[in-house]
């Protein structure tokens, strides 16, 4: 890896957290709920870019260092199975299994499902 698609690739990590606390806080204002859909929007969309981006590498339309950098670097960046992973443990622990269900499960499926589907639309 070059050193320009080495920083452009740490930029573009900065680049995807902030756009997803700006999506998250957005999200989080316009729909108030005890659940945490700003997360699962992110991961749903971040799941299905990740995926076009992969397709597209695969395919030969997009460079392999433009994959890394917006792939990896802005998507990583943006995705956060960490923190859906905590939130859904914090619903448990509030005793609202329906929606720790949710967000654990139902939420995993639609990112594998948005992944799949990007990497389609992407080949």
Avoid at 52 to 80: C, F, N
Wanted: hydrophobic residues 55%; glycine residues 16%.
């Amino acid at each position: 890896m070059s050193l320009p698609v080495f920083l452009a690739l740490i930029v573009g990590g900065g680049v995807g957290a902030v756009l997803r606390f700006v999506v998250d806080g957005a999200v989080r204002a316009r729909w108030p709920t005890g659940f945490p859909i700003g997360t699962a929007m992110i991961n749903v969309s971040g799941s299905f870019v990740l995926g076009l981006l992969t397709g597209l590498g695969a395919s030969g339309a997009m460079s392999h260092d433009w994959v890394l950098i917006v792939g990896t670097g802005a998507m990583g960046g943006y995705t956060t199975f960490s923190t859906a992973s905590i939130e859904t443990v914090r619903l448990a622990q509030e005793r609202r299994y329906g929606l720790a269900v949710i967000n654990g499960v139902v939420v995993m499926v639609l990112a594998l499902a948005a992944a799949w589907a990007g990497l389609t639309l992407g080949q």
